[in-house]
């Protein structure tokens, strides 16, 4: 279904590239962005695409919702990493943020996004597809790079992307790491990156890592991405290969990742 999008757009920004890419085209597409960051990385390069950034804690809810009421903002989409450590600590969290969070059976990720999606629905505010604006960073199906994958490691996808995709039907995680048929990591609360590390330390070398989208994929948050940092991680710890959903995965700066792949000896492919 189309949706008629408004000329003045929230974005809600976490750390990384992406929401500087989504900033980037709906400014050249002629729309006036208005952004809440809840990073630090990545407010300098926003603040160049967005008309107005605003610094919050992910857990301001009434703050936010001022921002975006004062501003008229009718629609906004959330893009980029916000840590989910944070529902660890709870600092800076409202009285109402608080209230909120004990209300859900469980912090996964799909309760959490959820409740924040119901609060700004009954403020006025609908969350769009993340994919609307970016949709040339979502990936088609083949191998990306130079590399091409052994019978070894696509018997490691298959197992890998089974197990990912049976991860993200409990909503645990989005990724997993497979060495020889053998569990190496599950993602859980510590993300891609620190799943990676870990994996690839217990295989020491050519582990693969598989990401997935969940099997009942909300397109309002959780769109598994991998950029740069993704592929350095994989450098660092000796893991060679990546797969990812085809279709359903956005690659941030795609011809460095590829490059970067073929460079360090990386299979990179979408399934």
Not at 87 to 100: G, T
Not at 177 to 202: H, N
């Amino acid at each position: 279904m189309s949706v008629m999008l408004e000329s003045k757009q929230g974005l809600i920004a976490g750390d990384g590239i992406l929401p500087v890419k989504m900033a980037q085209y709906a400014k050249e597409n002629g729309f006036e962005v208005v952004c809440i960051s809840l990073a630090s990385d990545n407010v300098k390069q926003l603040k160049k695409y967005c008309a107005r950034v605003y610094s919050c804690h992910p857990g301001e809810i009434n703050r936010i919702e001022k921002i975006l009421k004062e501003e008229q903002i009718k629609q906004a989409t959330f893009l980029g990493k916000v840590h989910k450590r944070v529902l660890l600590q709870l600092y800076k969290f409202d009285a109402r943020a608080i209230e909120l969070l004990k209300t859900v059976k469980r912090l996964n990720d799909d309760e959490v996004m959820l409740l924040i999606v119901g609060e700004f629905e009954k403020a006025g505010i609908t969350v769009l597809d993340q994919t609307i604006f970016i949709k040339n960073l979502m990936i088609p199906a083949g191998v990306l790079g130079k590399h091409k994958p052994t019978c070894e490691q696509l018997e490691d996808v298959n197992y890998g992307f089974w197990l990912a995709k049976e991860m993200g039907g409990v909503d645990v995680g989005q990724s997993v790491v497979i060495k020889d048929k053998m569990i190496m990591a599950v993602e859980a609360i510590e993300g891609t990156d620190a799943c990676i590390k870990r994996g690839a330390k217990l295989a020491r070398k050519n582990a693969s890592v598989i990401k997935v989208s969940k099997p009942k994929q909300d397109k309002r948050f959780d769109i598994p991405a991998v950029g740069l940092r993704t592929l350095k991680t994989m450098k660092r710890y000796k893991a060679d290969l990546l797969a990812v959903e085809a279709n359903e995965t956005i690659i941030v700066d795609q011809e460095k990742v590829i490059k970067f792949a073929d460079d360090n000896n990386i299979v990179i492919m979408a399934v």
